[in-house]
């Protein structure tokens, strides 16, 4: 199970990497306008990264704020692209948003099963 998770969140990340440093006629477009699809996409990075990498959270978390960060400052070079901070603190707090998401659904699932994840 872990190894799914492991692959979706890898191949969720590609996903939105694509999406922010690809041409911009392929970004997908949707009625939440580009804040709402930042954060339906960073939360769901954050839940799913969280999810797969359970025992590490605040290390993940650290590491996903930097990652996003860097994302952010790469757009800088990518032809019609642009870095902006609203940007940046949209996909780092929704991705810490689907972390702490993952944090609770794993204490759940501690709690259900009366045991700790693996």
């Known amino acids: 199970m872990k190894t799914l998770l492991r692959i979706g969140a890898a191949l969720l990340i590609a996903a939105v990497i694509f999406a922010t440093l690809g041409p911009p006629r392929y970004r997908p477009h949707s009625p939440l306008g580009q804040d709402g699809e930042h954060a339906l996409a960073f939360v769901l990075v954050g839940l799913a990264v969280g999810l797969a990498f359970p025992q590490r959270r605040l290390l993940v978390a650290a590491v996903s704020v930097v990652l996003i960060g860097l994302l952010e400052i790469a757009q800088l070079w990518?032809?019609?692209?642009?870095?902006?901070?609203?940007?940046?603190?949209?996909?780092?707090?929704?991705?810490?948003?689907?972390l702490a998401v993952a944090a609770v659904i794993g204490w759940l699932a501690t709690r259900w099963h009366g045991s700790r994840p693996r």
Do not use: K, W
Request: proline letters at 5%; one cysteine or more; hydrophobic letters at 45%.
């Open 78 to 98: 990518a032809p019609g692209r642009h870095a902006r901070l609203e940007d940046f603190l949209v996909d780092a707090s929704t991705a810490c948003v689907g």
